[in-house]
Structure formats: structure tokens, C-alpha cells
């Protein structure tokens, strides 16, 4: 993992630890996501008699993309089911009878490395009348400066990437004319990546599905309303995908029926978004040899 997502996703951390993890802080590069994958891989061609590769995202060499799509497609096929109540069939649900019976009109994911969003996106690839949204990360303030000029503190890959190859895959990446990977930046670790799974890269190049943006503050404030609206914490990355939920919302008559992706809970980000907003936690918890004796 970076080394910056180490500190960023410190309770995520301390919880795979918890389970027998070891955690190994990437300290090259930009020390996110792109640095953690390019060590991976590294670790692997070097040691692959006794190692095995293992990606969470849609991204990499072939058939990485396509083993994750594959995975996260339960979720999607679950969905769809449960939007039209059925019950039997390859993907029908066992009990669930209660969703409105008809497929949404609009589904909506965050897109990092894109995993979460292919799998939901998947089951509905062939439902021409469901318009699909990705959302990507639009950082500081989107992939250009209220001026119109360019700014790379954002992680938009498909919004404003060109084509490269990375990672062992041909897709849309934020480069350098002469093919120089550049820094990203998104207040979530999850979609701070300059790549893009190959399969976003085709579902954008044939319009099937449109991709936009959000910024930090924007996916700050739609956490914090779902918060308290719903009782949910999301977990930053999918609050891009609900501020843009939101934005289209408003556009729709009453009756249209849209399908968001809750692809994470926010408890990981907790100490993160603290910062955001200034506020400081003391995590520093003592004990005293009185608590260990209670133990
Ligand atoms: C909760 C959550 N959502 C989304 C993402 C983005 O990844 P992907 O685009 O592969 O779903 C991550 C990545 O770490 C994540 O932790």
C-alpha cells in the first residue's frame, strides 16, 4: 500500500493487521495506489514460483480486469434482479419480491481503477434504456482552474486522460505528452489513480457510458448530507458518485428510478475527513496498568 494511503487509510490498515496481515508501506513515487500496483507487480515477476498476483481493481495485464469484472458483477446482477423482483433464472434472487418492478433508468458508480462501477455497470450493459454514469474524482476543483486553464490536482482520467499503456494495459491515463505518468490527487485514496481499467476505457470510447467528475469538497458535502439524511456513512469514494446522484437527481421527474453504487462504508476515512474539516482527534489512547488488569 502507499505509504500515503498507509496514513490516509490508517484504520484500514490497523484492521488487516488485526487479521494476520502485514502491511508493507510503498515508499516510491507518488506513494499511492499507481506505486503500491507498480511493487506488486514488481515483487511478483520477481518471486513467481511461490507468489501469486492479486489486484482488488479492474486494472492490470490480462485477465486481471476481466477476473474482477467477473467478481464484482454479483453485485450488478443482484441489483438487477432485485429492481425487477426476479426470482428465477442464472441471477435471480432467492427471496427478494420486493423492488419496483422494472429496471432503474439511471445507475450510477465511482470509478477509481473502476472495479465496483464494471461490476455494477456489467448486468446493465445491454438495457439500452438505462443510461449508466461513472464518476471520477475531480479533486481540488475539477481537471481545470475556473479560468479554463489546466490543473493536475485531480484523478479524472477519463474526463481529461489520453491514451498510454500502464500497468499492462492499454487505456486512458493522465500523461505527459511524452508519456510521463503525472501526480494525481484526490481527497480519496480509492480513486486517486492516473489509469483506468481497460473495459471503462472501451465503454467510454463507444459512448455506452458517460463519465463526469467530482471534487473533493463536493464528495465532502454529499457525505455528510447522505450521513445525515439516510443514517449511511459513505465512504468518500462513493460520495463522488452521490453528489453527481444528486446533481441529476434534480433534473428527473419523480418518478424515474436511479440505482447508486454504495460501494464502501466511511468508517476508513473517519480520521481523514476529520482533517478536512479541522478538527482534531486525539487517537493517542493510554492505558494504565488498572485497564490491563480488568483485561
Ligand atoms: C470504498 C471504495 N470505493 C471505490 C474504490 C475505487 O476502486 P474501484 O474503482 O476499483 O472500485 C475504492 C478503492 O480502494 C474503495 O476503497
Known amino acids: 500500500m502507499g505509504e500515503i494511503d498507509t496514513e490516509r487509510q490508517k484504520l484500514n490498515c490497523f484492521r488487516m493487521r488485526e487479521l494476520g496481515a502485514t ?37 492490470g495485464p490480462h485477465p486481471f480486469p476481466d477476473i474482477v469484472r467477473d467478481l464484482q458483477s454479483v453485485i450488478g446482477n443482484e441489483a438487477r434482479a432485485q429492481m425487477l423482483n426476479q426470482t428465477s433464472g442464472e441471477f435471480g434472487h432467492p427471496t427478494f419480491t420486493n423492488g419496483p418492478g422494472r429496471l432503474p433508468d439511471l445507475v450510477v458508480a465511482c470509478v477509481g481503477g473502476g472495479s465496483n462501477a464494471i461490476g455494477m455497470f456489467n448486468a446493465f450493459l445491454e438495457d439500452k434504456e438505462v443510461r449508466i454514469i461513472g464518476v471520477e474524482a475531480g479533486g481540488e476543483h475539477g481537471p481545470w482552474l475556473p479560468d479554463g486553464s489546466d490543473t493536475d490536482k485531480h484523478s479524472a482520467t477519463l474526463t481529461k486522460g489520453t491514451v498510454g499503456v500502464l500497468h499492462g494495459s492499454r487505456t486512458y491515463l493522465l500523461q505527459s505528452p511524452d508519456g510521463q505518468i503525472k501526480e494525481t490527487h484526490s481527497i480519496s485514496a480509492g480513486l486517486d489513480y492516473p489509469g483506468v481499467g481497460p473495459q471503462h476505457a472501451s465503454l467510454k470510447a463507444c459512448g455506452r457510458v458517460e463519465y463526469v467528475f467530482a471534487t473533493d469538497q463536493q464528495a465532502l458535502d454529499a457525505m455528510r448530507t447522505v450521513s445525515r439524511k439516510e443514517g449511511i456513512v459513505p465512504a468518500l469514494e462513493p460520495s463522488h458518485a452521490l453528489h453527481q446522484t444528486m446533481e441529476f437527481a434534480k433534473s428527473l421527474p419523480k418518478d424515474k ?29 493510554k492505558l494504565n496498568k488498572t485497564d490491563f488488569a480488568q483485561q
Open 23 to 59: 502491511v508493507v508501506p510503498v515508499k516510491s513515487g507518488s506513494r499511492t495506489l499507481k506505486d503500491a500496483v507498480n511493487e506488486a507487480l514488481r515483487d511478483w515477476v520477481t518471486n513467481i514460483r511461490t507468489t501469486h498476483y492479486i489486484i482488488g481493481s479492474a486494472v
Open 257 to 285: 428510478i436511479v440505482l447508486v453504487n454504495l460501494c464502501g462504508r466511511g468508517d476508513k476515512d473517519m480520521l481523514h475527513v476529520a482533517k478536512a474539516r479541522g478538527v482534531v482527534i486525539d487517537t493517542d489512547v
